[in-house]
C-alpha cells in the first residue's frame, strides 16, 4: 500500500498556528516523522490561500524538501497557488490534488500538470456533484477525466483516480459503491490508470474515538477490491497493522484472520459473512459492526457500536 501523509492539513487548528507564524520547525519535524512513520509522499493542504498563496506555496516547498526526499502533493483549490509551489520543486515527481470533471477545472489543471511533469488526482465528481453508484462515478472517469488526459497527451500512468471516499455519517449510501467504483476502475481501461482515495474521509464526523476502527474496517474492504494507493494517517499503528497483515497473509491472530476473511470476501465479490466472527470477542464484534454500516447494512449512528449486532 502506497500511504499519501496526510497530517499537513489546514483543517488542523496547529497547522493553521503554524502556517500564521511560519513555523519551519513545526512543519519540518512534522513531515520527517511521517516520512519515518512510512509516508510515500506527503500531502500539503494549504486550503485556497487567497491572499498570501504567492509566498505560501513556495515557503512550504523549501521548507519541507530540506529534510525529506518524497514527492510532495498539492491539494488546494488554488491553481496559482499550486502553480507557484510545482515551480520551487527540486525532487521527486509531484502530484497536483485535484482536478473534477467540471468544465474550467478540467480544461486548465491536466495542462499544469502536464507543464510541471506532475502527476495529477482526478476526481469522479461533475458540475452536479458527486453521483452516488459506481458506475456513474466510472462513466465519469471514461467519458471526461481519460479522455481530456488523452486529448493533452497526459501519461495515463500519471493520471491518478479518486472515485472519492464520503462519510459514513451523512453519506452511508456512497460507501458500499466506493467498493465497487475501484474494483470496476481497474477494468473499465486498459491499461488502467492508479486509483487512490482519502481514506479518513470515511470517518469525518464520527466522533474521534471511533475514527480509527472504521478507518481500518474500510481499509481491509477496499484492500479487497485492489486499492494500492491512500492519502491516510501514517501515524496510525493500528492501520497499518492492517495493511501489513493483508499484505503479509498473517494468520497468526483471531482478529488478523477476520480482517483476512473481510479482504477475501470482498476480493471475491462477496460480503463478509457472520460465520467469520466470534462474537464473543469484543474487538472482533466491534469490527463486524462496522463492517454492517460501511455495506449500509445497518443505519448509522454516533452509538452504533453499542447497539446489538445483525446477523
Known sequence: MYIIGENIHIISQSVKNALRDRDTLY??????????AGAQMLDLNLGPRKKDWEEVFPWMVQAVEAVVDVPLSFDSTNILGIEAGLKMVTKAQPIINSTSAEAERLEKVPLLAKKYNARLVALTMGKSGIPVGADERVMIALEKLIPRALEIDFPISDLIIDPLA??????????PELIEAVRTLQVAWDPPPPIS???SNVSNAV????RPLINRVYCAMLMGAGLQMMIADPFDDQLKQVVRIIEERDEGTAVGRLY??????????????FEDVDMTDPEQAAIWKTVQILLNKVIYADSYLQQEAVF
Open 27 to 36: 512543519f519540518q519535524d512534522l513531515a520527517v516523522r511521517q516520512v519515518e
Open 166 to 175: 464520503l462519510t459514513v455519517s451523512g453519506c452511508q449510501e456512497f460507501c
Open 197 to 199: 482515495v482519502g481514506l
Open 207 to 210: 466522533p474521534h474515538e471511533n
Open 260 to 273: 483476512l476473511n473481510i479482504h477475501d470476501r470482498i476480493a471475491a465479490m462477496e460480503e463478509p459473512v
